[in-house]
């Protein structure tokens, strides 16, 4: 598999290397580039499956990539100027990994729906304060990632993400533990830290298949004895509340 790793050197470098290696590559590296813009060569690499371009400048894509790079299976756009969720990507009908974290969106489109193969989603540190309920249909999702946003509420129909594995929704603005979770049994990983949670359901033990939960530095001052029943959990972190 060719590989491209590109040196901080500026566009112009950027451009030849990818008319260099335009044959056959499925891997493209250009992270730290300080990239404000991508090159229409970009559009060329009809084989490109992995596109890498943390920790840039961009503040938009072209809306004609991912029709033109129809083999993309991982995105990771994170760490640039993004105010807008990208919706064209959406248009990706192959995406399986989606990173636009630390960024500064403030709304997820709704076609993200249209991702269905997706199964890993990461939002981290960004700005958005609700989801669409279209994120509930990405039956396909593993791990969803939305730590470090100004999330209280999750959609009523959260728990159709039924093979999610593992959810981080630490730093956010819940004060109520997300009961729609509650349905989710195939959750194993739980990241509820740095919220403002006052209360844990009893209901808890539905989560038969937990195995790590964070629900440090809360406000909480009391744990349901039902936690115990949770067999499977092995990593329960409950410092810096009110216990």
Not at 58 to 87: C, E, G, M, W, Y
């Amino acid at each position: 598999m060719a590989t491209s790793y590109i040196s901080n050197d500026g566009n112009e470098s950027l451009m030849k290397q990818v008319e260099k290696d335009e044959s056959g590559l499925h891997r493209l590296t250009w992270n730290d580039q300080l990239l404000e813009r991508l090159p229409d060569q970009l559009l060329t690499l009809k084989d490109l499956n992995i596109l890498l371009l943390a920790r840039n400048r961009l503040n938009s894509i072209p809306n004609s990539l991912p029709l033109s790079l129809t083999n993309l299976v991982h995105i990771d756009l994170s760490h640039n100027k993004l105010t807008t969720f990208p919706a064209c990507i959406t248009t990706a009908m192959h995406l399986e990994i989606l990173n636009i974290s630390h960024n500064r969106i403030t709304k997820i489109s709704p076609s993200i729906s249209d991702l269905m193969k997706l199964n890993k989603l990461i939002m981290d540190f960004n700005c958005i304060d609700s989801l669409p309920t279209d994120i509930c249909n990405l039956v396909s999702l593993y791990e969803l990632r939305l730590g470090g946003n100004f999330l209280s509420l999750l959609p009523h129909t959260f728990s159709n993400l039924n093979k999610l594995h593992t959810i981080y929704l630490d730093a956010n603005r819940f004060q109520h533990f997300p009961i729609q979770l509650l349905e989710i049994e195939s959750l194993n990983i739980l990241y509820l830290s740095h919220n403002r949670l006052i209360n844990i359901p009893s209901t808890i033990n539905n989560l038969i298949n937990l195995k790590i939960l964070h629900l440090n530095s809360n406000k909480l001052s009391l744990i349901p004895q039902t936690i115990c029943e949770l067999s499977h959990l092995y990593k329960l972190c409950l410092d810096n509340n009110r216990l």
